[in-house]
């Protein structure tokens, strides 16, 4: 049988190399004369955003007079398969509520976004949102804590929960 070679050209994978450098060439100068039409961003201080109902970084919400709405009951912690829920609770002054976290950390390095410990909220004290930029300079700066899961600049002066202390008290949580 006789065996059909390729032309040169063919076999050189010519063609496709030249389309190839052309194309790279092409976006190179639209990118370097065109900033407006640029697709890559210089991330982080520079990203798109996502939808509003991604699940992203999570979100401690607060009452109407900003304190925190967890209760420190540990049901999110317990549900974490991953483990990376960490928080202390102490007694609170207010006779309505049992206790409060003075500590509330997520190892957001071994967080798997799964959302159990959002499921697991009896009181909506725990969120997840559109956020999704995790870049750190050390592994210590990616375990967020109070200050950040609920009072980080982006959300002003914090998420309020949808539960109040008087539906909460009503419904036994
Ligand atoms: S999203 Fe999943 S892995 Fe991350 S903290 Fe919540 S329960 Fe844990
Ligand atoms: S389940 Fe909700 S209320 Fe309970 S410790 Fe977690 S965030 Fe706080």
């Known amino acids: 049988m006789k065996v059909k070679r390729k032309s040169a050209e063919k076999s050189y994978y010519l063609p496709a190399i030249l389309k190839g450098m052309v194309f790279t060439l092409k976006t190179f100068f639209r990118n370097l004369f065109n900033k407006k039409q ?17 699940k992203g970084n999570h979100i401690l919400t607060v009452k ?13 912690a317990t549900n974490c398969p991953a483990h990376c829920i960490k928080i202390t609770a102490s007694e609170s002054d207010d006779p ?9 950390e997520i190892d957001m390095l071994r967080c798997v976004f799964c959302g159990f410990c959002e499921e697991a ?8 949102g559109p956020q999704w930029q995790t870049p750190a300079l050390s592994g210590e700066n ?16 914090g998420v309020l929960s949808v539960v109040d202390d008087k539906e909460r008290i009503r419904a036994g949580l």
């Open 38 to 54: 640029r697709i890559t961003l210089n991330y982080p201080e520079e990203y798109y955003p996502y939808s509003s109902r991604f």
């Open 64 to 76: 109407k007079d900003g304190s925190l709405r967890c209760t420190a009951c540990m049901l999110c």
């Open 96 to 104: 309505e509520v049992e206790k409060y976290p003075i500590s509330y």
């Open 121 to 128: 909220c009896p009181v909506d004290a725990i969120r997840m």
């Open 142 to 157: 990616t375990v967020y804590d109070i200050r950040h899961l609920a009072y980080r600049k982006e959300l002003k002066s």
